[in-house]
């Protein structure tokens, strides 16, 4: 058992040795931006409604 687990690490070292980082990391960076953009274009979208239904939870609290 030990044995499998400990050539199961050399083999996932040895990829990552022969991976290329920097593919990588720009790749997790395109998708934090296309996230960013994506949610930003959201909430713009939905700032009427989301500012409609605050002030109505606002006014139901205060009983006005």
Do not use: H, Y
């Not at 058992?1 to 790749?27: Q, T």
């Not at 296309?34 to 713009?44: M, R």
């Amino acid at each position: 058992m030990f044995d499998a687990l400990w050539f199961r690490l050399l083999g996932w070292g040895e990829r990552v040795r022969r991976e290329e980082r920097g593919d990588s990391l720009v790749n997790w960076v395109v998708l934090a931006v296309g996230l960013a953009a994506a949610a930003a274009a959201v909430v713009g979208l939905l700032r009427p409604a989301i500012t409609d239904a605050g002030q109505k939870i606002v006014n139901f609290i205060s009983g006005g």
